[in-house]
């Protein structure tokens, strides 16, 4: 690498399995093997010319986006995580890209994203909750408990989701690593999705 690079970067640190179907403390373990990466670019901040920090992150980031393409569950969320809280002088905070992430990240079965991503999720749980004998039903059919009908209504509803409002993994991971999005017009997408979404998932897994 050229002397521009962070010389302790290998994206071959980057290799993480398919964890989708395993617990959420080991989901954690490997998105702190991402933000580990990061970590180490951040404690030279101070000692890099600020482009070549900027260089170096976005590069990094790149390789995850390509990981997240590539159908890796932590990648995906952390993007999320990143795109939510934003990088000064590298990338803003954008909460459209960082729900885009997060859904498909929930998708295909992350149990952090959901979390992150709480008050969109909130209408969902309120609404399965409001439906007579639907919990219930859900935990019955499923064969589930308390323990994770969360993660598993999160996960079919994001399916639904992304299918309804034409969210498409690669469309998201082709874009620029920022561009002002519209945050609002997609809040009111999904609002006018969820009214056909919420009845056909309570069909679905109930």
Known sequence: ???SKNENYNPDDFFIPDISGVSYETQRLFFNVIRDQF???N?????????IFRQ???????DVVEMAAGGTVPAQDFLCYTYKKGVEGVV???LLRAHEWG???VSNGSKLSSERL???YDPLFEYCMSVSGALENILAKNG??????????????????MEQIKLDLLTVAKKPLWEEGNFVKFQYEVEQANKIIFPKLIKLIS
Request: charged share 20%; proline share 4%.
């Open 1 to 3: 690498m050229s002397e």
């Open 39 to 41: 970590s180490d670019i």
């Open 43 to 51: 404690s030279k901040e101070d000692s890099l010319p600020k482009n």
């Open 56 to 62: 170096n992150y976005q590069q990094i980031l790149m």
């Open 92 to 94: 803003p905070s954008d």
């Open 103 to 105: 859904i498909i990240a």
């Open 118 to 120: 709480r008050l969109f």
């Open 144 to 161: 589930l408990d308390d323990s994770n009908v969360t993660d598993f209504v999160a996960q079919n509803y994001s399916i639904l989701l």
